[in-house]
C-alpha cells in the first residue's frame, strides 16, 4: 500500500513539473496577448486535458474558457449553434465527433504548417482536424486463466462458442461505438452486425466503462475484455507488475486493433483563428505530447515525440489502415446495437 501511494505521489508531482515547463517562445505571447481569450468545446474530461489547457493560459496569457461534456453531446450542441457558437475550438474523444462536424462545413481549414506535424492517417484528408493523441483498441486478458497464444488472431473470433461467458464488453461507452462504426465501415454492416449477434450469443458480462473491464479482468471477473490499450497502463502505474491482467494486439491489419485518435479542430466563426492555431500548435508541442505520453498513455502523435516505454511502438502493431474521417455515423451504429439488442 506504502509504494502504491509513494508512485502515485511521484507521478502525481511529475505531472506538475511537466505541464510547468514553458518553452521560452510562449512566454513571448503572454505579455501581447493577456487580454484575449478563447473558448474550447471539449469532449475530452478536464482530468484529461485541463492540466495542458491550464498550462496553455500560463504560457500565453490568453484565457481559455472551457466547455466539458461528452464528445458525442459536444458534437450535437456545436451542430445545433451552428456558426452562432461562441467555441473557437473543438476538441474530441474520437474522430468520428470530427468528421461529423467537417461535414457540416463548421471547421476552418488548418494551416500546412500544423498539419505537418502529424501523419497524414491520423488528420483530416482535408485537412480540417488534426489528431493530438493516439489511442489503440487491444484484448485485455487475465493473466493466469489465459495464456496470448490462446488467443485469436481476429476479433471477429471472439464468436466463437469457447468464449461463451467469458468476454466483458461495454456496448454504452462511446469508445466502444466507434469502434463498432469502424467494424461497419471496413468490413461492412452485414459483418458488424453478424459479430455483434455472436458476441451476445455468449453471453458477455456488460460494463459501463472501459476502467472496470481491466479490473474485471485482473479479478477473473473475466477472461477477456475489449477496451482501449490506455487503461491497463494506468493500473499499472498504480499497482505495479503484480496487477493481473495485460493487453493482447490482434494480427496486423485486423480492425481489433483499430487506432482511432482524440484531436481538434478550429470553428469557422472563430474571430481569433490566429490564437486557435497557435493553441493547437501547443497541443502538439513538446510538453502536451510528452504528457498525453507519460500522464495519460496515449500514443503522442506529433513528428519525433516519444511514446511511453511500456507501450509497444505505434507503426509495430500493423493497425487497420482506414479514413478515420469516415467515422461520422455513430447514430447507424446506435441503431443497430438497438437492433441485435445490445442497447435498450
Known sequence: ?????????????????????IPISMAFVSCANSDQSLTVYSGRSESLIGPILESYER????????????TAEIAALLLEEGDKTPADIFIAQDAGALGAIAN??????????????????????TGQWIGLSGRARTIVYNLETID????????????????????GWAPTNGSFQAFVTAMRIHHGEDIAKEWLLGIIANDPKVYPKNTPIVAAAAAGEIDVGFVNHYYLHR??????????ARN??????????????AGAGV???????????????????DVSQRY????????????????????????????????????EDVARTLKLLREVGALD
Not at 1 to 21: A, E, V, W
Not at 256 to 261: E, K, R
Open 1 to 21: 500500500m506504502f509504494i502504491n501511494t509513494l508512485k502515485t505521489l511521484i507521478k502525481y508531482l511529475f505531472q506538475l513539473i511537466l505541464i510547468s515547463l
Open 148 to 167: 496470448p497464444d490462446q488467443l485469436p488472431d481476429s476479433i471477429l473470433d471472439f464468436t466463437d462458442p469457447k468464449w461463451k461467458g467469458r468476454i
Open 235 to 244: 493500473f499499472l502505474a498504480e499497482e505495479g507488475v503484480e496487477f493481473g
Open 59 to 70: 504560457a500565453s496569457g490568453v484565457s481559455i474558457n472551457v466547455k466539458y461534456g461528452k
Open 104 to 125: 457540416a462545413d463548421m471547421f476552418a481549414t488548418i494551416p500546412g504548417n500544423i498539419l505537418s506535424l502529424v501523419a497524414p492517417e491520423f488528420r483530416s484528408k
Open 292 to 327: 498525453f505520453s507519460e500522464s495519460t498513455y496515449e500514443y503522442p502523435l506529433a513528428s519525433g515525440a516519444s511514446s511511453y516505454s511500456g507501450l509497444p511502438e505505434l507503426n509495430s502493431l500493423g493497425a487497420v489502415n482506414m479514413d478515420l474521417s469516415q467515422m
Open 267 to 285: 470553428i469557422n466563426s472563430s474571430k481569433d483563428q490566429e490564437q486557435s492555431h497557435a493553441l493547437l500548435l501547443y497541443l502538439l508541442g
Open 248 to 261: 493482447y494486439y490482434t494480427a496486423p491489419n485486423d480492425i481489433g486493433t483499430l487506432i482511432n485518435v
